[in-house]
């Protein structure tokens, strides 16, 4: 049980990057009164964690009613995984885990940016909603194991709420080159993460002995 619960912790720290989406949290309110911030914070991990833990819990019905079968997912949701990871490792913005310039800067014209871009994409973007399904599909049968990974869920959202109220803090002592380092190291993860679970996706397929 164990296994399945640091697999889900780190699949979710990866994809969800609560450091990484600190820092962009605190250039996006750079000059924005504390209190602000804060309700922004709040409001922003609340949403995406409605959002992902909605995923989690319906995504594998929705899947059947489209009729798209979970070996199919499992080798799409790795690929798109693996994309993200390779944006990561070299530090670019793809929207799969970070906004993009153009998302940027119409956030930096908004008054309330914790539903846009701070609660989707930055936390709960579509890497993050992969993994959730993913997750909760690989631990299928087993209820236990299911409530491990809502867990390991809620567990980084907090720890993703904790980053954010301290974001100013994060941004100084991290700086633009600690974050990218931190970057690259976590997109090599999700590299490997996302391999597995297309791995995965041809065994369940049968094209894999």
């Avoid at 990866?14 to 600190?22: C, K, L």
């Avoid at 399904?133 to 959202?157: N, P, Y």
């Amino acid at each position: 049980m164990w296994e399945i619960g640091v697999f889900a912790l780190a699949t979710f720290f990866v994809t969800i990057g609560p450091i990484d989406v600190a820092v962009i949290f605190a250039v996006l309110t750079s000059g924005m009164e504390p209190d602000r911030r804060r309700s922004m914070a709040w409001r922003g991990t609340m949403v995406a964690s409605g959002i992902l833990l909605l995923f989690a819990v319906a995504g594998e019905t929705v899947l059947s009613l489209l009729g798209i079968s979970i070996a199919a997912f499992y080798t799409a949701g790795g690929i798109l995984l693996l994309l993200i990871g390779i944006d990561m490792v070299f530090a670019r913005s793809s929207g799969g885990v970070s906004v993009t310039e153009a998302e940027s800067r119409e956030a930096r014209n908004r008054a309330d940016i914790s539903i846009f871009p701070v609660a989707t994409p930055l936390l709960a973007g579509p890497g993050a909603m992969s993994a959730s399904v993913l997750m909760m599909s690989r631990s299928a049968g087993d209820l236990l194991a299911q409530v491990v990974v809502i867990f390991a869920l809620l567990a980084i959202m907090a720890l993703t709420l904790i980053c954010l109220l301290t974001a100013s803090r994060i941004q100084h002592y991290m700086g633009v080159t600690g974050a990218h380092v931190l970057t690259r190291v976590l997109g090599v993860l999700l590299c490997a993460l996302a391999l597995q679970f297309v791995f995965d996706g041809l065994e369940k397929s049968g094209l894999m002995g």
